[in-house]
C-alpha cells in the first residue's frame, strides 16, 4: 500500500533553472494538491486538482504549473527556480467528500543557490 | 477567509508532563478539524480528527474535542514521552474539495 509517492526527497536547483516534482497515489482519489511548508507560516497551498484534467491555483502559486493528466498523477513544475521557492513541499491526496482523511507524502526538499 | 491560530512554540515538558496546544480557527461554514503530527525529517501524519461539533477525536493518548462555541480545537495528552516530541498542526477543512487551512504548527520538545 504505497499511498501518496512524492520524488525526489532531495534537490539543490540553481537559480532559472526548472525541475519537476512529482506525486503519484494509488488510493483512487479525486482531489490532489501541493503546499509549501516554510519556517512560522505552516503549509501554504500551491495548486490543487479536483480530478483529471482539473486544476485551480492556491494561496500561493506564482512560479509553479501543475496538470492532472490521470487521476494518479499530480507533478508540480518549477519553471524558473528562486531562491524565494526553497522549501519543503508536500503531495496531498483525498476522497472528495467533506470530513474524509487528506493524506500527504513524505516531502521534497529543495534548495535553490 | 477561513483561518486557523495556533500558539507558538516551542513548547518545551519534562517527560510524563501534562500538554496542551491551543488551536482556534474562523471559518464561514462547519468545517472539519484535524491535528496532523510531523516528526524530525519525516512528513505530515493525521493524529486525529472530529467533523462536527462536541466530537471527540483521540489517537496515540492524544484527544481533541470539537468546540463550536468557542471555535476551538485544542491538542491534550495527559502524560508525554520523548517520543512525542515533534511539531503538532492544527488545521481545518471547510469544503469538499479537500482544501486544508493549516495554523503555523507548534514544536514540542520533551526532555527525559
Known amino acids: 500500500n504505497a499511498g501518496v509517492t512524492q520524488t525526489p526527497k532531495f534537490q539543490v536547483l540553481k537559480t532559472g533553472q526548472s525541475m519537476t516534482l512529482q506525486c503519484a497515489q494509488d488510493?483512487?482519489?479525486?482531489?490532489m494538491s501541493w503546499y509549501r511548508q516554510d519556517p512560522g507560516m505552516g503549509l501554504r497551498l500551491i495548486h490543487y486538482?479536483?480530478?483529471?484534467?482539473?486544476?485551480d491555483q492556491g494561496e500561493v502559486p506564482n512560479g509553479y504549473n501543475v496538470s492532472r493528466s490521470t487521476t494518479e498523477d499530480f507533478p508540480l513544475r518549477l519553471l524558473s527556480a528562486a531562491p524565494s521557492q526553497t522549501s519543503v513541499y508536500f503531495c496531498?491526496?483525498?476522497?472528495?467528500?467533506?470530513?474524509?482523511?487528506?493524506?500527504f507524502g513524505e516531502g521534497s526538499w529543495l534548495t535553490v543557490v | 477567509g477561513d483561518s486557523v491560530t495556533q500558539m507558538e512554540g516551542p513548547v518545551t515538558l519534562s517527560e510524563e508532563a501534562f500538554l496542551t496546544i491551543n488551536c482556534t480557527y474562523t471559518?464561514?461554514?462547519?468545517?472539519?478539524l484535524f491535528w496532523y503530527v510531523q516528526y524530525p525529517g519525516e512528513g505530515l501524519q493525521l493524529l486525529l480528527k472530529?467533523?462536527?461539533?462536541?466530537d471527540k477525536g483521540s489517537n496515540k493518548g492524544f484527544e481533541a474535542t470539537y468546540r463550536k462555541e468557542t471555535t476551538s480545537f485544542h491538542l491534550e495528552k495527559g502524560s508525554v514521552q520523548v517520543s512525542d516530541s515533534a511539531v503538532y498542526f492544527c488545521?481545518?477543512?471547510?469544503?469538499?474539495?479537500?482544501?486544508?487551512?493549516f495554523g503555523a504548527g507548534t514544536q514540542v520538545v520533551v526532555t527525559p
Open positions: 496531498a491526496s483525498s476522497y472528495r467528500a467533506e470530513g474524509n482523511t487528506i493524506y
Open positions: 488510493m483512487n482519489h479525486e482531489y
Open positions: 486538482s479536483v480530478g483529471a484534467g482539473i486544476t
Open positions: 471559518a464561514t461554514g462547519y468545517p472539519s
Open positions: 472530529a467533523t462536527k461539533a462536541d
Open positions: 488545521a481545518l477543512r471547510d469544503d469538499s474539495w479537500g482544501k486544508l487551512q
